[in-house]
């Protein structure tokens, strides 16, 4: 024990008043970090990350749109079948579209 209090003596008497500057310090640091994680939301290139991913997802969409009714098309011309039952195969219903009649402007 005493081997472990060498060095950390005090001999001015100030060790208390470094605790509670080291206390008031860490409080800081974690205001200023939660307010770093609020300005984030606004950062330019958080923000065109977003716009980039929001594209390929877009993208992705109308992709994946396009195959299924490039397969409902088949089934309807191809097979013989007509258009509900190819859309009741597929699990799509009437309202079925392309996304970006959804998507808010």
């Keep these: 024990l005493s081997d472990a209090k060498r060095g950390r003596?005090?001999?001015e008497g100030d060790r208390?008043?470094?605790l509670a500057r080291l206390a008031d310090l860490t409080k800081e640091k974690?205001?200023?970090t939660e307010e770093l994680e609020q300005l984030k939301e606004n950062d330019p290139q958080a923000l065109a990350d977003l716009e980039k991913e929001l594209m390929l997802v877009k993208s992705a969409a109308e992709r994946w749109t396009d195959n299924i009714f490039t397969c409902k098309s088949y089934l309807t011309k191809k097979r013989g079948l007509?258009?509900?039952e190819a859309m009741k195969i597929l699990g799509i219903s009437s309202a079925f579209d392309y996304p970006e009649d959804k998507i808010p402007k």
């Design 30 to 32: 974690r205001t200023l």
């Design 16 to 18: 208390p008043q470094k």
């Design 82 to 84: 007509c258009s509900k």
């Design 9 to 11: 003596e005090d001999n």
